[in-house]
């Protein structure tokens, strides 16, 4: 089944103890990233890779390290992490469709930072 | 920079209406705008995918419209069900990065 992976799915730990999301996608896509949803505020955008090797930030990255070394896994490095980066976090893949692409999310991480 | 509005942000109607969703943005230079539908804690389920050369597309109940040189699109939802009760986020492609925008989202009761 194409899909986009996340683990763990639910994650409780405490200030400054170092913690990895990872993310995982079965479709080949070029494309991947990653979001936070917190109410209110919606959905977005931390980091962003086009492909192997190559990484941007988004709206929000401060706080947050990605990597991406193969074309299927994009993990989300939280080195430090502080109560305000408690959120749903959302791993993303996108495959080209016509002149534009669509978007596929993973089923989340509710993490909770204490 | 792109902004998404979706008003309201929650919306109750009686099972067995007919509704519509709406969603604005600002920069009319997009490469399509989707649909997602959320169950609470969720992930996001893509509902449609409108090109920003399409006027419309249509799944089952559901039909959207993408008006684009007014920065609109419709999601419109025959014979609602309490099924269909979740919150309904777009967002559209723009940018030279193709960034995705949302909107908050629009959390829909059905009542039976």
């Known amino acids: 089944e194409a899909q986009v992976t996340q683990n763990p799915r639910y994650l409780i730990t405490v200030t400054g103890k170092k913690l990895t999301v990872t993310c995982s996608q079965n479709m080949n896509h070029e494309y991947m990233s990653w979001y936070r949803q917190d109410p209110g505020l919606g959905l977005r955008q931390i980091y962003y890779s086009m492909n192997v090797e190559v990484t941007d930030k988004g709206d929000v990255p401060e706080g947050y390290k990605v990597s991406r070394k193969e074309k299927r896994n994009f993990p989300l490095i939280l080195e430090s992490p502080s109560p305000n980066q408690t959120s749903l976090y959302f791993c993303?893949?996108?495959?080209?469709?016509?002149?534009?692409?669509?978007?596929?999310f993973g089923p989340g991480t509710r993490l909770t930072v204490t | 920079k792109q902004e998404v509005t979706q008003i309201p942000a929650a919306l109750s109607v009686p099972e067995g209406e007919n509704l519509v969703l709406n969603c604005s943005f600002t920069?009319?230079?997009?490469?399509?705008l989707q649909w997602f539908r959320q169950d609470p804690g969720k992930g996001l389920t893509s509902l449609l995918l409108?090109?920003?050369?399409?006027r419309e597309q249509t799944s089952g109940r559901l039909n959207a419209s993408l008006d684009k040189s007014s920065g609109r699109s419709t999601l419109y939802i025959a014979a609602s069900q309490p099924g269909d009760s979740a919150t309904y986020l777009c967002a559209v492609l723009t940018g030279a990065n193709s960034k995705l925008t949302f909107g908050k989202g629009i959390t829909l009761s059905v009542r039976p």
């Open positions: 409108i090109q920003s050369s399409q």
């Open positions: 920069d009319s230079a997009i490469y399509n």
């Open positions: 993303a893949s996108r495959k080209r469709v016509e002149t534009s692409y669509e978007q596929y």
